[in-house]
């Protein structure tokens, strides 16, 4: 149980205004949670969600308008008051210490465990909760923090604004929750939040995955230039009619898996068999060639290795070979101390460059081209990166390696928390350029995205375990192979999960 009886709204924000200098995020936004509903909230990059969030939370306070917790509407705002009322908030950007261990990360988010045995009751906490919500998540609550994957990061962050010391959560928004996490950690988690709604918990929910939003939100808000353009019931939506409101045409969905003709007998990029096991891997040229399989078990590494072998030494190649789209823009993917434009051109330096100085005139072209062509929300180039929504930020990292002039674009995750709008912008220029003869590899954790590729390496425990074309590429096959053990004589063959 959630530990909340009241029959009244958890919190509610009346006419709320924010201002960025000459940026209107919010324009007068009127939001009530209540007890036992998940709202979804959902919008384009740059709708006002992320700030409407920061306003609840008391991370921001509004120009204008007001916000009360459980009915307090003179009551003390901030961050304190927000989490003395039960407001949770795991955040798309992870918010948690790398080099603290889970335990240490807990104690921070919270100031109940005190004394002498405070790791012990921070430790039984951390792995109830995880043991709840993700079972057989396989994580020591002793590692630090930094030597976790992505998704383990997230399961922890999740499970912190969960878990019950001193005070059960009221109220837990989730932003973009499961954009690190594969469908099977996805569902355990909608799972979960469904569980929680039920026993009287509220949710703000979060997500350009709009089918987890149809199928979690009781109730959803659809933002718009930092209003509410719509507020129903969930089952008033479809998707279509989501992603209209959201002010999106819906995309005729293209068939992207007709078998390509390869220009070359010979792959561009090919790796031997994973340690000794499982299937080598190869890709050719105009090839969109995606990685699936659950995370954390060598999709990224392969990634990694394959840039490392056509990347040369820290010397920067003239013609580069391949580029690379992090999916943890945080961690391996911005220069936060950077400007937008700085941040997007960093990769095409030898091409902007003269004797040695950068050509600031083609630089400006540069990044006023991808501006237009990404959609990139800003109204100028010079701001920092830290200015845009992480959709956004996500957008310069996409444009940063499709400015350049590599052959192939590897991508790990790139399209974490970017809207559908954009999404099916970035699909079509991914299939152009692959007509083009540019080759793609793709990880992803969204089977949307997996699904639109010419060819799927399945992973499991280090070594792909299954390869499928065409119409083999459904959900049902990348799960059922996903849970196929490798072995050392490559029985595992082409097709084996169908």
Same mark, same amino acid.
């Given at each position: +149980? ?5 029959? &009244? ?20 936004? @009127? ?6 509903? /998940? ?12 700030? !409407? ?35 949770? /908030? ?12 889970? =335990? ?21 906490? *951390?792995?109830?909760?995880?043991? $709840? =919500? ?6 020591? /609550? ?63 929910? *979060?997500?350009? *995955? ?35 409101? +959201? ?53 990224? @590494? ?37 400007? !937008? ?34 959609? *990139? ?34 991508? #790990?995750?790139? +399209?974490?928390?970017? #809207?559908?709008?954009?999404?099916? $912008? ?14 793609? =590899?793709?990880?992803?954790? $969204? +089977? #949307?995205?997996?699904? !639109? ?8 425990? &280090? ?36």
């Amino acid at each position: +149980m959630t530990g909340s009886s009241q029959s &009244g709204p958890v919190v509610e924000v009346q006419g709320v205004k924010v201002s960025f200098g000459a940026v209107r995020a919010l324009a007068g936004v @009127d939001l009530t949670i209540r007890p036992g509903e /998940c709202v979804g909230l959902v919008g384009h990059n740059g709708a006002g969600k992320s700030t !409407i969030v920061n306003v609840i939370n008391g991370g921001l306070s509004p120009h204008e308008g007001t916000i009360a917790y459980e009915g307090e509407e003179r009551g003390r705002t901030g961050i304190a008051a927000a989490r003395s009322h039960g407001i949770r /908030c795991v955040f798309q950007e992870l918010s948690l210490c790398p080099n603290l261990t889970v =335990i240490e990360n807990t104690r921070i988010m919270h100031r109940a465990l005190t004394g002498w045995n405070w790791r012990s009751r921070a430790a039984a906490a *951390i792995r109830d909760k995880l043991d $709840e =919500i993700f079972p057989g998540h396989r994580i020591d /609550c002793s590692r630090a923090v930094g030597d976790l994957s992505i998704a383990e990061r997230q399961m922890v962050e999740i499970t912190t604004a969960f878990a019950d010391v001193g005070q059960a959560p009221k109220l837990v928004i989730l932003d973009e929750p499961t954009s690190s996490l594969d469908a099977s950690l996805a569902e355990q988690l909608l799972a979960h939040v469904r569980t929680y709604v039920a026993d009287g918990g509220s949710i703000i929910f *979060i997500s350009h *995955i709009l089918g987890e939003v149809l199928s979690t939100a009781t109730r959803i808000l659809v933002m718009k230039d930092g209003r509410v353009v719509a507020d129903r019931p969930a089952v008033e939506f479809t998707q279509a009619g989501l992603v209209q409101a +959201m002010g999106s045409v819906v995309a005729e969905k293209k068939d992207a898996r007709a078998a390509r003709e390869r220009a070359t007998s010979e792959p561009v990029l090919s790796l031997p068999p994973r340690r000794g096991r499982g299937l080598p891997f190869q890709a050719f040229a105009g090839e969109i060639v995606g990685l699936a399989g659950l995370s954390g078990h060598g999709q990224t @590494d392969m990634l990694v290795d394959l840039y490392l072998s056509r990347s040369g030494n820290w010397l920067r190649r003239r013609n580069p070979e391949v580029a690379f789209v992090a999916g943890d823009r945080g961690y391996n993917g911005t220069f936060p101390l950077w400007s !937008i434009l700085k941040n997007l051109s960093i990769g095409s330096l030898t091409d902007l460059s003269r004797a040695t100085l950068v050509d600031e005139r083609h630089e400006a072209e540069l990044g006023e081209e991808w501006k237009r062509r990404i959609a *990139i929300r800003t109204p100028d180039m010079e701001n920092g990166i830290l200015s845009l929504s992480g959709g956004n930020q996500q957008k310069v990292l996409f444009a940063r390696a499709l400015a350049v002039r590599a052959p192939v674009v590897l991508m #790990d995750d790139p +399209m974490r928390g970017v #809207d559908i709008g954009t999404k099916q $912008e970035v699909y079509d220029m991914v299939r152009k350029e692959a007509e083009a003869g540019r080759t793609f =590899i793709w990880y992803s954790t $969204e +089977m #949307d995205e997996v699904c !639109i590729c010419d060819r799927v390496y399945v992973f499991n425990a &280090g070594a792909i375990v299954a390869e499928l074309t065409g119409n083999e590429i459904n959900e049902e096959n990348i799960l059922a192979a996903s849970f196929t053990e490798a072995s050392a004589s490559d029985a595992v063959t082409k097709g084996a999960a169908a």
